[in-house]
Every structure is written in C-alpha cells, then in structure tokens.
C-alpha cells in the first residue's frame, strides 16, 4: 500500500488528484514557509505561480492560512484579497482556496478557473474534503505516523 510519509508525498497526491476532484482549469498547492506562501506544485492548463513566493499578507492562499478558512471568489477582479497585479498575465478568472492543517495552516490548496464562476456547494465540499484529509495526514505526519494515501483519497 502506498503512503503519504512525508509533506512532499502530500504535494504529490494533492497535485495529482486535486483538478479532477474540483473540475477545475488549475490547481496550485502553496507551502507557508515562514512569512512566505511557496506555490510548490499545480496542474494547470497553463502555467501558474509554481517556483514563486508571496508574502502572506499579499496573496490569497496566504489570506487562508492566517485566517484558516476557505475562500470563494468568484471574480478575482472585485476581491480587496486578491492581489490583481499577479493574475494579469494569467487567465484566472476565479478561486476557490482552502487552508491545509489547521488549526495552524501549513499549506493551502488553490482551484482556478478561466471563466468568471461560482462553483457550487458540491464542488467546494469537495475540495474542502480533500483539504480536511491532507490536514489528518499532516497531523499524522506531524506525530511520526506515515499516512495510507487511501486514508486521504478515501474521503473524497
């Protein structure tokens, strides 16, 4: 049986599976690395922020960690949360962000999307399940366990 023994293993799985899950156009996991939001991972249609940091105050996945909750955004354009200027050269239109570990985030999991919506509750439910399972293999990760991946596949 595969496991999730290490927060890499978590990138991996949350980079492979989490697009599908959510119907996005892109996915992005980010690392909180000190006052910093490491965008580590994504499957996009095209190219995202992997390779960039933020600081937390200036992007939204960091908006999630600090707050450790979710954010819809609909519209990119008309959130105060949303640093516009890096989304210029993207074709993100909206959001869905999700904070992995609380109650202390380590991580944040990113849905996008091309066109201006509102996913539906179903789709944010999912997404937010599989936040919740990589937040229980963080804490397994945390207290030297390794994880079975299909503990955090399982759930969504």
Do not use: H
Request: glycine share 6%.
């Amino acid at each position: 049986m595969l496991t999730v023994a290490s927060i890499q293993d978590m990138v991996a799985v949350l980079r492979d599976t989490a697009r599908a899950v959510a119907g996005a156009d892109g996915i992005a996991v980010v690392l909180r690395e000190g006052d910093f939001c490491a965008y580590v991972a994504e499957d996009a249609m095209m190219p995202l922020w992997r390779g960039t940091k933020f600081r937390l105050e200036e992007c939204i996945s960091g908006w999630t960690m600090l707050n450790d909750q979710a954010v819809i955004v609909p519209d990119i354009w008309n959130d105060l949360r949303v640093p516009v200027a890096a989304y210029q050269t993207k074709s993100v239109r909206s959001l869905v962000m999700t904070p992995i570990g609380s109650p202390a985030p380590i991580a944040a999991l990113g849905a996008y999307w091309c066109a201006w919506v509102e996913p539906d509750k179903s789709t944010v439910q999912r997404l937010q399940a599989l936040a919740d399972a990589a937040t229980a293999a963080v804490t397994r990760l945390r207290s030297g366990q390794a994880d079975p991946i299909a503990s955090l596949l399982g759930r969504v």
